[in-house]
């Protein structure tokens, strides 16, 4: 990465001084430079400047995966900044949502839409372009209640769907241009699940910090609590103690295993496979009671402290678990064979939702959904934390970029789960599960990664003169993602939305924050 740039580890604090704040044409020039040149945007937000309210401190996280270390510069803006939207469009969301949440107009954005609806966190409205040539974000009140693109010609129509739904899923709207059962676009309106989760992390930590960070995606609720815990153990300067390290990672693997097995069972649903679908619904609550095990929830909410982990697992209950995992495996296996060998399965999976891997890297894919298009990005091995490392973590990836190749990363993504967490639960290192908490360092930044079961968490905590959090930012992998479900539409049958849609099973709440 370019000099200007400072540099620190997953999880290590960073003196707040020490972040170089760039005049803006440099910090906007270095930032495209070290995106063009393989650098990822991990995050870009704003924070308010004390006793400058008209100032807004904008700060980038990269991730030099090759090299395992992680970016960080600042720049102040004040009413607007250029965009890099059209030239590194992995910043497109970021820049909206900075405008939304701090008035900073990105000028020149091909189409600046409200990201959630949110009042500004830093306390102004957002503003008018700083000259008739930008063109200005669209006001709105209510997630939904903005323009959108239209395509316009003979036989062209418009599909509205959401943002309620016939099941018990979170709201969303999608809207599709199509002509007859082919789609020539999708845009996708969020904004309905915000809960205002950072703006209740100010101040923290405190007794609600991790219930709150929890609550970020239900389905992640270990993903996020080991980011925060791994975040406040950075700016507390400790790390939790190994044996803490491995039932968390246990977790983490768990969590993995229940959400990708229970992926494939709902993708034989979508093309009316029923008998991996009956076996995968099944078998995913085998990992959800294994979750309980560690912890009495079976989402693993409660589990993952600062310092380590709440309870402990014996080592005879330990290897009962590693037993009866061993066999729920063999399981998953016969049902998801049946799946990948079945003709109908492929015929409506081969080809379908198809993502290739420069879209991807364009637009900042994480997770599966970008391994599945051939991006070897994963942060237990560019970013590894114990008990990841120190050797090289095998990152499974696939070609084609399509809804078979989703599926079976997820597929193999369980098989490397399953034997890690054989491995760890056969043999727990021995000593303590937690380590105190020490008060938080002041004005330290640290950046928290994690790879989630959808890709990878990113938790960007400031802490002020008093060692509380004055800000926190939090990236979901489904905030890079859900332009990838867009563009894979592109070009497919309106009647294969559910099945991409669930190829890809992206958060609402979790984008939505």
């Avoid at 768990?254 to 496979?273: I, Q």
């Avoid at 990836?397 to 789960?417: H, I, K, M, N, Y």
């Avoid at 802490?463 to 992998?477: E, L, N, S």
């Amino acid at each position: 990465m370019p000099a200007r740039i400072a540099l620190l580890g997953n999880g290590q604090a960073l003196d707040t001084g020490a972040v170089p704040r760039l005049p803006q044409e440099e910090f906007q020039q270095v930032l495209a430079d070290a995106v063009t040149a393989g650098a990822r945007v991990s995050a870009y937000y704003g924070q308010s400047l004390p006793g400058t309210p008209q100032a807004v401190l904008v700060t980038a996280v990269l991730a030099n995966d090759a090299q395992g270390r992680l970016g960080v510069l600042a720049t102040v803006a004040g009413d607007s900044l250029p965009s890099l939207a059209e030239e590194c469009p992995s910043l497109q969301l970021f820049e909206r949502e900075l405008a939304e949440q701090f008035g900073v107009v990105p000028r020149g954005h091909p189409w600046p839409k409200p990201v959630r609806f949110e009042h500004p966190l830093g306390g102004r409205a957002a503003r008018a372009p700083a000259s008739s040539e930008d063109r200005p974000a669209p006001r709105a009140t209510i997630p939904g209640d903005t323009p959108f693109f239209q395509v316009a010609g003979e036989e062209v129509h418009e599909v509205a769907v959401g943002p309620v739904h016939a099941g018990i899923i979170e709201p969303g709207h999608f809207r599709f241009q199509c002509h007859g059962e082919h789609v020539f676009h999708l845009e996708i309106s969020l904004g309905y699940q915000h809960r205002a989760i950072e703006r209740m992390l100010l101040g923290g930590p405190g007794r609600r910090t991790a219930q709150l960070v929890e609550t970020i995606a239900g389905d992640t609720a270990v993903g996020h609590g080991v980011a925060a815990a791994r975040a406040q153990e950075g700016l507390a300067g400790i790390e939790a103690p190994p044996r803490g390290a491995a039932l968390r990672a246990v977790a983490l693997e768990l969590e993995r295993l229940a959400n990708h097995v229970g992926d494939l069972g709902a993708l034989a649903g979508d093309v009316s496979y029923l008998p991996t679908a009956s076996f995968c619904g099944a078998l995913r609550a085998d990992y959800l009671n294994a979750l309980a095990e560690l912890c009495g929830n079976r989402f693993g909410r409660g589990l993952v402290v600062p310092g380590g982990v709440r309870a402990d697992l014996p080592a005879d209950a330990a290897a009962r678990l590693a037993d009866r995992l061993s066999a729920t495996l063999e399981k998953v296996e016969e049902a998801a064979g049946l799946f990948f060998r079945s003709p109908s399965v492929r015929n409506r999976t081969d080809g379908t939702g198809i993502l290739g891997p420069e879209t991807a890297v364009l637009v900042g894919m994480v997770g599966p959904a970008a391994r599945a298009s051939g991006l070897a990005v994963d942060v237990r091995r560019s970013h590894p934390f114990a008990p990841y490392g120190p050797s090289p973590f095998p990152v499974v990836t696939a070609s084609t970029g399509d809804v078979f190749a989703r599926a079976s990363v997820r597929l193999e993504e369980a098989r490397a789960s399953a034997r890690l967490v054989d491995g760890w639960l056969r043999a727990l290192p021995p000593g303590p599960v937690r380590a105190a908490l020490p008060a938080l360092a002041r004005d330290r930044l640290v950046v928290s990664l994690v790879e989630g079961w959808r890709g990878e968490l990113c938790h960007a905590v400031t802490t002020g003169g008093d060692g509380r959090f004055v800000r926190y930012k939090v990236v979901d992998a489904s905030f890079h993602d859900w332009m990838g479900l867009q563009l894979a539409l592109r070009g497919e049958q309106i009647s294969d939305f559910p099945l991409c849609n669930k190829s890809f099973n992206l958060s609402y709440c979790g984008h939505d924050l």
